[in-house]
């Protein structure tokens, strides 16, 4: 297989601070806090035929992302919303991934960054499926690794320093052969994927861990109300690893895994089931605004 173009050697553009500027000249200093201490939140966001699904709502998750960690971000949502479509537009792209980051830069080096600038960057590229086996179902590890309590960490922002758990999950998860982990919380309790959230069915309900430690992503909120609009019910509650062994389906969502089908989780198997497929398809046409109000 041929490696991938490195990330940071490529053609295009990217907004960076306020203007477009050559994709290989979007460089930080080493000495960027962002780099020695996590000071730094980002989005991910898939554009459909040019449209970016929920943009303004990823705009705002970076603003109260940022405002969580205490940064104060030096461009407002709709702006945010323009640097994106901008940034579509300058790469000639409309299906692709949008990439949105928010950090502390080098104005201060140590723990306390009182002194440093907020920096904004918009990077977007063409990203196919997230899992190659999303249709077939992917199968997944448990990790050793677990989400952090909502005391210990700002688990409801997407920042980045809560990505290392991820990483090195699905790392020990790829090295035993998986294709991704599913993670449990501090409480031992189901709680998602590395970069996803999970669902389940049974007997024709949903059922889905509460999103008290980890993001409840737009991805999953758009599900429920896709749900919802069928009549189909909705079960938000802690869920315990044993129930696995219970549930028939087990699907993933996230803005770049979209409807992710679950083959295995641990020692649980599960079907690709109507109800995976129905949901895989429905958000399939929503996001390019073909599902109808019926
Ligand atoms: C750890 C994690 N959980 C859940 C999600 C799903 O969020 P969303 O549907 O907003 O993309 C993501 C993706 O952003 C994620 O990285």
């Given at each position: 297989m041929a490696a991938p173009?490195?990330?940071?050697?490529?053609?295009g553009k990217i907004w960076f601070d306020g203007k477009l500027v050559d994709w290989r000249d979007a460089k930080v200093h080493v000495l960027t806090h962002a780099l020695h201490y996590a000071s730094s939140v980002f989005e991910g966001q898939r554009a459909y035929g040019g449209e970016i699904f929920e943009l303004t709502r990823h705009s705002e998750r970076l603003h109260k992302s940022a405002g969580i960690m205490g940064m104060e971000m030096p461009f407002s949502v709709a702006e945010i919303d323009h640097a994106c479509r901008q940034v579509l537009e300058a790469n000639g792209l409309s299906d692709a991934y949008v990439r949105p980051l928010a950090w502390r830069g080098a104005e201060q080096m140590g723990v306390?960054?009182?002194?440093t600038k907020t920096h904004v960057a918009v990077a977007a590229w063409e990203w196919g499926d997230?899992?190659?086996d999303k249709e077939t179902g992917i199968r997944l590890d448990i990790s050793p690794w677990r989400r952090p309590a909502p005391y210990t960490a700002?688990?409801?922002?997407?920042?980045?320093?809560?990505y290392m758990i991820c990483t090195m999950s699905r790392h020990h998860a790829q090295g035993r052969g998986y294709d991704d982990a599913m993670m449990l919380d501090w409480r031992g309790q189901v709680a998602e994927g590395t970069g996803a959230n999970a669902f389940f069915v049974r007997e024709g309900k949903l059922h889905t861990p509460t999103p008290d430690c980890f993001l409840n992503g737009i991805t999953r909120q758009t599900v429920i109300a896709l749900a919802e609009k069928r009549g189909i019910e909705v079960v938000e509650r802690a869920i315990w690893p044993e129930e696995l062994e219970d549930f028939e389906q087990f699907f993933l969502t996230g803005s770049a895994a979209e409807v992710t089908a679950v083959r295995s989780a641990g020692p649980w198997n599960f079907d690709v089931g109507e109800m995976t497929r129905m949901f895989m398809a429905d958000y399939a046409k929503l996001v390019r605004g073909q599902l109808g109000n019926g």
């Amino acid at each position: 297989m041929a490696a991938p173009v490195p990330y940071d050697d490529r053609d295009g553009k990217i907004w960076f601070d306020g203007k477009l500027v050559d994709w290989r000249d979007a460089k930080v200093h080493v000495l960027t806090h962002a780099l020695h201490y996590a000071s730094s939140v980002f989005e991910g966001q898939r554009a459909y035929g040019g449209e970016i699904f929920e943009l303004t709502r990823h705009s705002e998750r970076l603003h109260k992302s940022a405002g969580i960690m205490g940064m104060e971000m030096p461009f407002s949502v709709a702006e945010i919303d323009h640097a994106c479509r901008q940034v579509l537009e300058a790469n000639g792209l409309s299906d692709a991934y949008v990439r949105p980051l928010a950090w502390r830069g080098a104005e201060q080096m140590g723990v306390s960054a009182q002194a440093t600038k907020t920096h904004v960057a918009v990077a977007a590229w063409e990203w196919g499926d997230y899992f190659k086996d999303k249709e077939t179902g992917i199968r997944l590890d448990i990790s050793p690794w677990r989400r952090p309590a909502p005391y210990t960490a700002p688990v409801h922002a997407k920042a980045s320093g809560l990505y290392m758990i991820c990483t090195m999950s699905r790392h020990h998860a790829q090295g035993r052969g998986y294709d991704d982990a599913m993670m449990l919380d501090w409480r031992g309790q189901v709680a998602e994927g590395t970069g996803a959230n999970a669902f389940f069915v049974r007997e024709g309900k949903l059922h889905t861990p509460t999103p008290d430690c980890f993001l409840n992503g737009i991805t999953r909120q758009t599900v429920i109300a896709l749900a919802e609009k069928r009549g189909i019910e909705v079960v938000e509650r802690a869920i315990w690893p044993e129930e696995l062994e219970d549930f028939e389906q087990f699907f993933l969502t996230g803005s770049a895994a979209e409807v992710t089908a679950v083959r295995s989780a641990g020692p649980w198997n599960f079907d690709v089931g109507e109800m995976t497929r129905m949901f895989m398809a429905d958000y399939a046409k929503l996001v390019r605004g073909q599902l109808g109000n019926g």
